[in-house]
């Protein structure tokens, strides 16, 4: 038996429409379900990759955060440090990042060996890593440093629309 690879994650969230609206409008997500309340059970949002996922859902939310979240870097208790999210191509990981700049959430642009990320938070403070995988024949185990993102860099080794990671059929 062994774990072959995340399902879905659920967040507690400060205010269920705030965060539906950042996850269904900002990341493109599908809302494809809801839980109403009952008892002592507050209502839970589900949602899923735009045409792209097999499971039922891939992230929920629920409304039971009482505490704010520390600031970047700050300490925290543990948990989750980020949630990532992939896409298909680079172009689209240049729009995403661009919605998140223009939703004043972007924190970051990274290059990294093994994908090119956007780094963002939702209405919570949840840190959020969107990625593009490099192709597996370029990944290094050897340098791992994050490097600043150049995405018209990127776009000339591989191009805006090399499709990669699940969008490419490659296993989770």
């Not at 900002?26 to 097999?54: C, H, I, K, Q």
């Not at 840190?127 to 860099?153: G, H, K, M, Q, S």
């Amino acid at each position: 038996m062994s774990i072959r690879r995340v399902n879905h994650i659920v967040l507690s969230v400060a205010n269920l429409d705030t965060s539906t609206a950042f996850y269904r409008d900002v990341l493109g997500l599908d809302l494809v379900a809801t839980l109403p309340p009952e008892g002592n059970w507050p209502e839970m949002r589900f949602f899923r990759a735009a045409g792209a996922s097999a499971n039922h859902h891939d992230i929920a939310i629920i409304p039971n955060a009482t505490l704010p979240r520390p600031g970047w870097g700050q300490p925290a208790s543990p948990g989750v440090f980020h949630v990532a999210f992939e896409v298909g191509t680079i172009e689209e990981l240049e729009h995403i990042g661009e919605r998140l700049k223009e939703a004043n959430v972007l924190t970051d642009l990274i290059d990294q060996p093994m994908h090119l990320s956007v780094y963002g938070k939702d209405p919570d403070g949840i840190p959020l890593e969107i990625v593009w995988r490099v192709p597996n024949v370029d990944w290094t185990y050897e340098d791992l440093w994050r490097r600043p993102l150049d995405f018209n860099a990127a776009k000339q080794r591989w191009g805006a629309n090399l499709a990669t990671g699940s969008a490419a059929g490659e296993a989770a």
